[in-house]
């Protein structure tokens, strides 16, 4: 099923083909697209050490290139600073016959992607996500500050996003309070200079292994998505603790991080913005990331961070 309206549909022979064009060393090499994995690319797995990101929706060719050679270099200094393994760039590699557009080439990291739910109790992922935040705002991001429309920069700038998402909402959501919410959360003040963010920090992204039934407690392994990687409000990055984690161990995570009252708050406004285009828009094609935006919004409701 297409994620998007706009999607490029992608066959395993379409990636063979412009793999090989690319890199006809990997010619012999098993590949295996995985189902709904990335909401903004395909991911594809290629033998055990390599994966490559086809993107989902259509775009201006020269435009995608210099998104995706941004992202490549935001991966490496992402995978230099990051204290748990994330993928190392390999290249961009060219449109072909069968898919119209640019994609990337990067390294595997073995771990099972977190859950909403499967470590929310967990204090000692909670004291490892601190630790992840605390090292990445520790990087020096020279003289680059937080520029673009996304998640990042000013609340209210994103006002006309949130009124868009509580309209599709309505059936969906208690709109009437998430509304009052946001009218709280869009006039915090920022105390806070930029800082380096990974900027989508949601379960999906977060590898971990010694799940349930491995017999060993579960801890961070990995971070993917790591394109993102660069300077923002450093409250963007405490979207993972609603996220991921319940109330107890909300505050270890903020307790590590000596997240100030205000910090805090634009953390959880964070959140709430990026959780209320998750159910509406993926309620039919990907009811995984539907799912997190429901539980994560039904943590900040039951949070008086932002009453």
Do not use: K
């Not at 204090?123 to 020096?140: F, K, N």
């Not at 039919?284 to 949070?303: F, K, N």
Request: proline share 8%; with cysteine.
């Amino acid at each position: 099923m297409s994620v998007h309206e706009d999607e490029i549909p992608l066959t395993a022979e379409v990636v063979a083909e412009r793999l090989v064009a690319q890199r006809p060393d990997l010619a012999e090499c098993p590949l295996r697209i995985l189902p709904a994995a990335g909401t903004t690319s395909h991911i594809v797995r290629i033998g055990d050490s390599l994966a490559a990101r086809f993107p989902r929706r259509r775009g201006e060719v020269e435009q995608v290139r210099r998104d995706l050679e941004r992202e490549q270099r935001a991966m490496a200094e992402f995978a230099r600073a990051s204290p748990l393994r994330a993928p190392v760039p390999e290249g961009v590699g060219d449109p072909g016959p069968g898919f119209p557009l640019p994609w990337t080439l990067q390294t595997w990291v073995p771990g099972t992607s977190a859950t909403p739910r499967g470590l929310e109790h967990r204090a000692t992922i909670a004291r490892q996500l601190a630790a992840l935040i605390g090292t990445l705002r520790d990087a020096d991001p020279g003289e680059r500050r937080f520029s673009g429309s996304g998640r990042g920069g000013r609340l209210a700038d994103h006002d006309d996003w949130v009124a868009h998402c509580l309209h599709r909402s309505e059936h969906l959501l208690p709109v009437d309070r998430l509304r009052r919410m946001w009218e709280r959360a869009r006039c915090l003040p920022r105390e806070d200079p930029d800082a380096l963010c990974h900027g989508d920090l949601i379960p999906a992204n977060l590898l971990v292994d010694g799940v349930d039934g491995t017999g060993t407690a579960p801890r961070l392994v990995g971070v993917l998505d790591t394109g993102g990687f660069g300077p923002a409000d450093p409250a963007l990055d405490l979207v993972v603790a609603w996220h991921l984690l319940d109330a107890e161990r909300r505050s270890v995570l903020r307790e590590q991080l000596r997240a100030s009252d205000l910090q805090w708050a634009r953390g959880a406004a964070w959140a709430l913005e990026q959780a209320l285009g998750l159910v509406w828009y993926y309620e039919s094609t990907l009811p995984a990331m539907a799912d997190l935006g429901r539980t994560t919004l039904g943590r900040l409701l039951e949070d008086p961070v932002l009453a």
